[in-house]
């Protein structure tokens, strides 16, 4: 057992490991070690500056899920926006779940948008489910509000994939962008530009939302397919 596993394992939470490997049906639970998000995350500070944290971001594939959690914890912590995509593009292909996908938010990409569209561009073009949907998290999270531009929404439209989660996060951007840019975004499920299950699953996502009002949630249900 490497220095980093037995920091993970003495973390572990018996109870919220076999909570957590429900929530994930893509992993292994064997693989599970069970480790809450706060406890990760301090962890992930402390390690941070470390001598030996480059190889344990260089050990990939890692053996346990929270590692890879743990992984996508340092990768937020990187404060050179080139080397957190040089991370980020080593780390992607094994990512293998939501959650692990959907917990990595790196802070360095909010001062460096120009930059990082590209990046968004090429994730969202890769062959890989949940590289896909973390350029489509990216995409949702710093392009709907005083970045956004039309074309955002077309990037996300133009998506077409088997994965029920790449769809789902379809659903969610186009859900947020009703929430934050109604107008521009309306015309994707009035038109049905979208295909027949994400068009549901954003209007239900909608509807659930506290962001959009009584009347347009009354008008998105009256377009259900």
Known sequence: MTNFQQRLFALQDLSYRDFQAKLIPTVDPET??????PALRKLARELAKGEDVQSFLDGLPHQYYDENNLHAFLIEQCKDFDRTVALLDAFLPYVDNWATCDLCSPKVFAKHLPELLPHIMRWTASNQTYTIRFGLEMLMRYYLDGAFQPAYLELAASLRSEEYYVNMMIAWFFATALAKQYDAALPYLAERRLE??????????AVESNRISPEQKGYLKTLRL
């Open 32 to 37: 599970v070690i069970g480790i809450r998000t």
């Open 196 to 205: 027949a299950w994400t068009h549901n699953k954003t209007i239900q996502k």
